[in-house]
């Protein structure tokens, strides 16, 4: 075979042999060199460098602590918190030029699997665009505080994670930090009342509440986490070096352990919650065209929650993540029925009949009517000034004591009281003056906040609302600049009148009270007269279960009521609840009544252009286990038909361990 | 004459008898030394990468070093692959291999800026740096053209033209921008001309050509209000800035390194209370500055550990260009040496302050997938100018003797 000539073996010709040795060379004196300078550097002045590596001394990298738990009376876990890698964005190290900015955004809408589509962003103060869900979070972020980092995702998947950790020079201003997230274990199970988390605001880095916190702190916003806050918010660690003068580090990298926040126990017990949640769903579900409710069951005595609920409910496991806007406004929104709006506080409606136990308070109290007095119910009620009303269904009652007429719930015969309680002074009458003292038209001080304080009607009240009414169609006071309406529907202008406090009385009209407020001013007719402070809140403990603190506010205030008086009302309100006639005795038919006597009340409020609002309120005065129960079902009928078998089911659970059956009773009394 | 030659008939030149033993014998005329210095890198980076890195990802303390040994064990295969072919065959690629030089180092242009350097290809799970694999296909390339010319050799066109073919994919290179890599260009032309014999005096006119340039650029051009570059360009440039794309940081960067390495004193600090690396005074202590981390952990007799295994390499790296049984083979050998030589210098040298900083790797040491496999690669080219040599040694004599 013939070689070319590139392919022959090249002998090794002298002048290879040389360059190959100045190759050798070379290398060699480049070895030379690299070992002769780092002998200098390591060794020879080594000493030097090891005092300039201890002047680079310390480096602070905050590691969030976890919140504390939040458990029920009796320990059960209703809250904890799980670590979980969050995609954030730091504002300040991002891409300056826009081209750019948006570049990244894309490329990391990619990575994370996120919509790169434009959708509304309404940014505050800046009025709504259209952006992308990552720039719509940094510019909401930014718009309320400039310095945070943005939470992007928070369930990214381990490797997304890992290469945008590798590629951080690829997506600048883009981290992953730790952080913790809420878990809540029972989903919808009072979901309304622990409320939310999340970055320290600028309006609140100065409240008294949130000392301590720093700028980038996850702090409560709402319900519980909002109130007890400063216990459950642990202390944040740091990863950091302190190196002393020899350059040794003088302790463990880690300097400062995070400390996990306090647990919160709270006075909810789990089951009878689950209880009363199912019972209120049936409640609802049984009494279309319901879809809303609340309940409340408590301690009367001393104001411990035993449960508290709201329907709809939501999963408040969703806010662990970034809530997209479609997302947050599905639970802003009517046809949603406000899942995020706790019933139970936050809203206030007019009670029906179940106001009776107030009015009955103040009338005997006041001397208006005493317990001898009688009212002859035929079934028609004028009030002298030509207005004329009856009982519902035109029911005649025949001759009434105040026992018999809580326990049948004669309207006539309060409309009569509201009649002979009426007062055209500023302030009302003596039904206002008690109704006040009972806690209607204040907040209970309940330690969730977000409280609805309601509307105790009265002639100053009115009056109030007529001069509201005239400045808003004239354009003025509060409604400046809003231009003149021909009406606002705020008032009708019309003075306060004696239909105001006969409709007051029967808890209609303009009343406005919260389901917790009709549960303490129960509580006091229950317990002799003290409005006690309701409180979900029990005991802070160490993260590690020792008590730390007994959570029991003392009560409000003390009212002085005539036991005689008192005495009367109970036994009205046992009679309806266990009596024939009484108004909810069918729906505790078969109950044990010698062993927990049942007193109770229905109601029945009216509203304009919908169903009638359905409510009861019982106790059971047991020595042992006292519990008050308010129940209401927006639009769900005869406080019988609704509100008092969900009632029933959660007295069942609380004393015997089972919800038992749904028995809707047939009283049509409001 | 060779693996690959055999198949096709027409250039058997061998007995099919002697087949099996040569077979056999293939792995026998492996250089062992020169892939233990490279595995015994590997382990060195691995431990090293193990320390400095525990902490860069949460939750996966071994995220660098099981993605590193991976790398390597894909380059080791490749070294088995190659070893197995004939390198001459490369020669036929030449176009090729410098068609897909100069393509990849330009598709860079279009992809997304990565702090503001474009020298990336990103695919769904990895991404590959074009100027790496540029590297080995300017070596295999150059190589082939300056043998193609072997008669000319001495021809001031012959150098002109390596010259210009390396300088081509040099300056696309050099505005991604990764001066190193252009520089270990112009040094792979420079060596690969050394050895294939260009005379003194065209290899003293290039120094000299290169000298002029560098300092008209960078100190003469300035002075006299000549602005060949822009000011930031210039600032980028000079001393061979680098390319960790922030100049006001360089300074800083070299204190923080010679701190490290100085306070390794003689034994190193340890994993533990390397506060230089663990605190992050070191940017890019995975990569660019791995050779100041080992300093600092392992102290003088990790760094002079590190150093002796390429010194080891390069040894075994001399022998085989002494030994290549062509040209193609000794012109190969003379670019790879100068890739390694090159960036063992640079790197380590600005570490250790008396080299400007460059973002050049240090081969097989800094974490990286391409800069471990082409260093490999370059290892497997080296493996089968060695294993050709000793065959083509081997049927000689064995034809002698019969």
């Given at each position: 075979?013939?070689?070319?000539?590139?392919?022959?073996?090249?002998?090794?010709?002298?002048?290879?042999?040389?360059?190959?040795?100045?190759?050798?060379?070379?290398?060699?004196?480049?070895?030379?060199?690299?070992?002769?300078?780092?002998?200098?550097?390591?060794?020879?002045?080594?000493?030097?460098?090891?005092?300039?590596?201890?002047?680079?001394?310390?480096?602070?990298?905050?590691?969030?602590?976890?919140?504390?738990?939040?458990?029920?009376?009796?320990?059960?876990?209703?809250?904890?918190?799980?670590?979980?890698?969050?995609?954030?964005?730091?504002?300040?190290?991002?891409?300056?030029?826009?081209?750019?900015?948006?570049?990244?955004?894309?490329?990391?809408?990619?990575?994370?699997?996120?919509?790169?589509?434009?959708?509304?962003?309404?940014?505050?103060?800046?009025?709504?665009?259209?952006?992308?869900?990552?720039?719509?979070?940094?510019?909401?972020?930014?718009?309320?505080?400039?310095?945070?980092?943005?939470?992007?995702?928070?369930?990214?998947?381990?490797?997304?994670?890992?290469?945008?950790?590798?590629?951080?020079?690829?997506?600048?201003?883009?981290?992953?930090?730790?952080?913790?997230?809420?878990?809540?274990?029972?989903?919808?199970?009072?979901?309304?009342?622990?409320?939310?988390?999340?970055?320290?605001?600028?309006?609140?880095?100065?409240?008294?509440?949130?000392?301590?916190?720093?700028?980038?702190?996850?702090?409560?916003?709402?319900?519980?986490?909002?109130?007890?806050?400063?216990?459950?918010?642990?202390?944040?660690?740091?990863?950091?070096?302190?190196?002393?003068?020899?350059?040794?580090?003088?302790?463990?990298?880690?300097?400062?352990?995070?400390?996990?926040?306090?647990?919160?126990?709270?006075?909810?017990?789990?089951?009878?919650?689950?209880?009363?949640?199912?019972?209120l769903?049936?409640a609802i579900?049984?009494n279309?065209p319901a879809t809303a409710g609340a309940f409340v069951?408590?301690?009367?005595?001393?104001?411990?929650?035993?449960?508290?609920?709201s329907?709809?409910?939501?999963?408040?496991?969703?806010?662990?993540?970034?809530?997209?806007?479609?997302?947050?406004?599905?639970?802003?929104?009517?046809?949603?029925?406000?899942?995020?709006?706790?019933r139970a506080i936050?809203s206030a409606y007019p009670t029906g009949s179940t106001f009776k136990g107030i009015t009955s308070t103040a009338a005997?109290?006041?001397?208006?009517?005493?317990?001898?007095?009688?009212?002859?119910d035929?079934?028609?009620y004028?009030?002298?000034?030509?207005?004329?009303r009856h009982n519902a269904g035109h029911a005649?009652y025949?001759?009434l004591?105040l026992?018999?007429a809580i326990k049948v719930s004669s309207d006539d015969f309060f409309y009569n009281l509201g009649r002979?309680l009426?007062?055209?002074?500023?302030?009302?009458?003596?039904l206002q003056?008690w109704a006040?003292?009972f806690g209607i038209g204040?907040?209970?001080?309940?330690?969730?906040?977000?409280?609805n304080?309601g509307i105790l009607p009265?002639?100053?009240?009115?009056?109030?609302?007529?001069?509201?009414?005239?400045?808003?169609?004239?354009?003025?006071?509060?409604?400046?600049?809003?231009?003149?309406?021909?009406?606002?529907?705020?008032?009708?202008?019309?003075?306060?009148?004696?239909g105001d406090n006969e409709n007051l009385a029967v808890g209609q009209g303009d009343l406005e009270a919260t389901p917790l407020q009709l549960a303490d001013a129960y509580s006091?007719i229950?317990?002799?007269?003290?409005?006690?402070?309701?409180?979900?809140?029990?005991?802070?403990?160490?993260?590690?279960?020792?008590?730390?603190?007994?959570?029991?506010?003392?009560?409000?205030?003390?009212?002085?009521?005539?036991?005689?008086?008192?005495?009367?009302i109970?036994?009205g309100l046992?009679e309806a609840a266990?009596?024939?006639?009484g108004t909810s005795a069918d729906v505790?038919?078969?109950?044990?009544?010698?062993?927990?006597?049942v007193y109770g009340k229905t109601g029945t409020a009216q509203h304009d252009n919908q169903a009638d609002q359905s409510w009861y309120v019982c106790y059971?005065?047991?020595?042992?286990?006292?519990?008050l129960v308010v129940v209401t079902v927006e639009q769900g009928g005869f406080g019988a038909a609704a509100a008092a078998p969900a009632a029933r089911?959660?007295?069942?659970?609380?004393?015997?361990?089972?919800?038992?059956?749904?028995?809707a009773g047939s009283s049509k009394t409001l | 004459?060779?693996?690959?030659?055999?198949?096709?008939?027409?250039?058997?030149?061998?007995?099919?008898?002697?087949?099996?033993?040569?077979?056999?014998?293939?792995?026998?005329?492996?250089?062992?030394?020169?892939?233990?210095?490279?595995?015994?890198?590997?382990?060195?980076?691995?431990?090293?990468?193990?320390?400095?890195?525990?902490?860069?990802?949460?939750?996966?303390?071994?995220?660098?070093?099981?993605?590193?040994?991976?790398?390597?064990?894909?380059?080791?295969?490749?070294?088995?692959?190659?070893?197995?072919?004939?390198?001459?065959?490369?020669?036929?690629?030449?176009?090729?291999?410098?068609?897909?030089?100069?393509?990849?180092?330009?598709?860079?242009?279009?992809?997304?800026?990565?702090?503001?350097?474009?020298?990336?290809?990103?695919?769904?799970?990895?991404?590959?740096?074009?100027?790496?694999?540029?590297?080995?296909?300017?070596?295999?390339?150059?190589?082939?053209?300056?043998?193609?010319?072997?008669?000319?050799?001495?021809?001031?066109?012959?150098?002109?033209?390596?010259?210009?073919?390396?300088?081509?994919?040099?300056?696309?290179?050099?505005?991604?921008?990764?001066?190193?890599?252009?520089?270990?260009?112009?040094?792979?032309?420079?060596?690969?001309?050394?050895?294939?014999?260009?005379?003194?005096?065209?290899?003293?006119?290039?120094?000299?050509?290169?000298?002029?340039?560098?300092?008209?650029?960078?100190?003469?051009?300035?002075?006299?209000?000549?602005?060949?570059?822009?000011?930031?360009?210039?600032?980028?440039?000079?001393?061979?800035?680098?390319?960790?794309?922030?100049?006001?940081?360089?300074?800083?960067?070299?204190?923080?390194?010679?701190?490290?390495?100085?306070?390794?004193?003689?034994?190193?600090?340890?994993?533990?209370?390397?506060?230089?690396?663990?605190?992050?005074?070191?940017?890019?202590?995975?990569?660019?500055?791995?050779?100041?981390?080992?300093?600092?952990?392992?102290?003088?007799?990790?760094?002079?550990?590190?150093?002796?295994?390429?010194?080891?390499?390069?040894?075994?790296?001399?022998?085989?260009?002494?030994?290549?049984?062509?040209?193609?083979?000794?012109?190969?050998?003379?670019?790879?040496?100068?890739?390694?030589?090159?960036?063992?210098?640079?790197?380590?040298?600005?570490?250790?302050?008396?080299?400007?900083?460059?973002?050049?790797?240090?081969?097989?040491?800094?974490?990286?997938?391409?800069?471990?496999?082409?260093?490999?690669?370059?290892?497997?080219?080296?493996?089968?100018?060695?294993?050709?040599?000793?065959?083509?040694?081997?049927?000689?004599?064995?034809?002698?003797?019969?």
């Amino acid at each position: 075979m013939i070689k070319l000539p590139e392919d022959r073996r090249l002998p090794m010709t002298p002048q290879l042999a040389l360059r190959v040795a100045i190759i050798g060379s070379f290398a060699l004196a480049m070895f030379a060199i690299l070992f002769f300078r780092l002998w200098y550097l390591q060794v020879l002045s080594g000493n030097q460098y090891v005092k300039q590596a201890s002047i680079n001394r310390v480096r602070n990298v905050s590691i969030p602590a976890e919140r504390g738990d939040i458990l029920d009376r009796d320990g059960n876990l209703l809250v904890d918190s799980i670590p979980a890698n969050a995609v954030q964005i730091v504002p300040s190290d991002l891409p300056k030029s826009g081209a750019a900015r948006r570049h990244m955004y894309r490329r990391l809408a990619g990575v994370l699997n996120m919509s790169t589509k434009r959708q509304k962003c309404p940014i505050d103060g800046r009025g709504v665009h259209r952006l992308a869900p990552i720039p719509c979070a940094v510019a909401q972020e930014q718009a309320q505080l400039p310095y945070a980092n943005v939470t992007v995702k928070t369930d990214a998947h381990q490797p997304v994670l890992w290469y945008l950790s590798e590629r951080q020079a690829q997506y600048p201003g883009v981290e992953v930090h730790q952080v913790w997230l809420r878990q809540y274990p029972h989903t919808t199970l009072a979901a309304q009342l622990f409320g939310t988390v999340g970055r320290l605001t600028a309006a609140e880095v100065h409240q008294r509440r949130f000392r301590g916190a720093s700028p980038n702190d996850v702090v409560g916003q709402s319900g519980l986490e909002w109130y007890y806050d400063r216990y459950l918010r642990g202390r944040d660690g740091a990863d950091r070096v302190q190196v002393n003068a020899l350059g040794q580090p003088s302790g463990e990298l880690r300097a400062r352990q995070p400390v996990k926040g306090h647990t919160l126990k709270l006075s909810l017990d789990l089951n009878l919650q689950k209880a009363g949640q199912t019972a209120l769903q049936e409640a609802i579900d049984s009494n279309p065209p319901a879809t809303a409710g609340a309940f409340v069951a408590m301690n009367p005595t001393n104001g411990e929650v035993y449960a508290m609920g709201s329907l709809p409910t939501f999963d408040p496991n969703i806010f662990a993540k970034p809530v997209s806007q479609s997302e947050y406004e599905k639970l802003n929104n009517a046809s949603s029925g406000f899942p995020l709006f706790n019933r139970a506080i936050q809203s206030a409606y007019p009670t029906g009949s179940t106001f009776k136990g107030i009015t009955s308070t103040a009338a005997l109290q006041s001397g208006v009517w005493n317990l001898s007095d009688i009212y002859d119910d035929t079934g028609v009620y004028n009030n002298g000034v030509g207005d004329q009303r009856h009982n519902a269904g035109h029911a005649s009652y025949g001759a009434l004591d105040l026992v018999q007429a809580i326990k049948v719930s004669s309207d006539d015969f309060f409309y009569n009281l509201g009649r002979l309680l009426n007062s055209d002074s500023l302030k009302g009458g003596a039904l206002q003056q008690w109704a006040h003292k009972f806690g209607i038209g204040r907040k209970t001080g309940v330690d969730l906040g977000g409280e609805n304080p309601g509307i105790l009607p009265s002639p100053q009240w009115r009056l109030d609302r007529d001069k509201l009414e005239k400045q808003c169609e004239n354009g003025t006071g509060p409604y400046k600049g809003h231009g003149k309406h021909t009406s606002c529907g705020i008032a009708d202008g019309r003075p306060w009148s004696v239909g105001d406090n006969e409709n007051l009385a029967v808890g209609q009209g303009d009343l406005e009270a919260t389901p917790l407020q009709l549960a303490d001013a129960y509580s006091a007719i229950e317990n002799g007269g003290t409005v006690v402070k309701p409180h979900v809140g029990l005991e802070i403990d160490s993260s590690d279960g020792t008590l730390l603190q007994k959570i029991s506010p003392p009560a409000s205030r003390h009212i002085k009521i005539s036991p005689t008086y008192l005495a009367a009302i109970h036994e009205g309100l046992h009679e309806a609840a266990s009596q024939s006639g009484g108004t909810s005795a069918d729906v505790f038919a078969g109950w044990p009544q010698s062993r927990y006597p049942v007193y109770g009340k229905t109601g029945t409020a009216q509203h304009d252009n919908q169903a009638d609002q359905s409510w009861y309120v019982c106790y059971v005065p047991d020595p042992n286990k006292p519990i008050l129960v308010v129940v209401t079902v927006e639009q769900g009928g005869f406080g019988a038909a609704a509100a008092a078998p969900a009632a029933r089911q959660i007295l069942s659970q609380w004393f015997f361990g089972n919800r038992g059956k749904f028995i809707a009773g047939s009283s049509k009394t409001l | 004459m060779s693996t690959v030659g055999r198949t096709t008939p027409i250039h058997t030149t061998e007995d099919p008898v002697a087949k099996p033993r040569r077979e056999r014998g293939m792995l026998f005329m492996f250089d062992p030394l020169l892939l233990l210095a490279a595995l015994g890198l590997v382990a060195c980076s691995l431990i090293t990468l193990k320390g400095a890195t525990r902490h860069a990802m949460p939750g996966h303390p071994l995220y660098y070093v099981e993605r590193q040994g991976i790398y390597a064990a894909i380059g080791v295969l490749f070294v088995l692959l190659l070893s197995r072919i004939d390198y001459s065959r490369l020669r036929e690629y030449r176009y090729g291999m410098y068609g897909l030089l100069i393509a990849l180092n330009i598709v860079v242009y279009g992809m997304p800026a990565i702090r503001g350097s474009r020298r990336w290809i990103p695919f769904p799970l990895f991404q590959i740096q074009s100027s790496e694999f540029g590297k080995i296909l300017l070596i295999a390339s150059l190589s082939a053209f300056l043998v193609n010319r072997a008669r000319r050799l001495t021809d001031w066109s012959t150098t002109a033209r390596i010259m210009l073919l390396a300088l081509i994919p040099a300056m696309i290179v050099i505005p991604q921008p990764d001066l190193g890599t252009g520089l270990v260009y112009v040094a792979v032309a420079f060596t690969v001309l050394f050895v294939g014999g260009t005379t003194w005096k065209q290899l003293t006119a290039l120094a000299a050509l290169f000298a002029v340039a560098v300092t008209f650029v960078l100190a003469i051009g300035p002075a006299v209000g000549v602005h060949v570059l822009k000011p930031y360009q210039v600032q980028r440039l000079t001393g061979f800035l680098n390319p960790s794309h922030d100049p006001r940081n360089q300074t800083y960067n070299i204190t923080e390194s010679l701190i490290a390495i100085g306070s390794g004193e003689k034994t190193g600090r340890g994993v533990a209370h390397a506060t230089q690396t663990n605190l992050h005074f070191l940017p890019e202590n995975q990569t660019d500055f791995v050779f100041a981390v080992v300093g600092e952990t392992y102290g003088f007799v990790g760094a002079a550990v590190v150093l002796s295994l390429y010194a080891l390499l390069i040894w075994r790296a001399l022998r085989i260009l002494t030994m290549s049984k062509n040209l193609y083979g000794s012109l190969i050998v003379g670019g790879v040496l100068a890739m390694l030589m090159f960036q063992v210098l640079v790197n380590v040298g600005m570490t250790i302050g008396i080299m400007p900083i460059t973002g050049v790797p240090l081969p097989l040491m800094s974490y990286g997938g391409s800069s471990v496999i082409v260093t490999f690669i370059a290892l497997g080219l080296l493996e089968s100018i060695h294993i050709q040599a000793r065959m083509t040694a081997a049927g000689k004599s064995r034809s002698l003797v019969s």
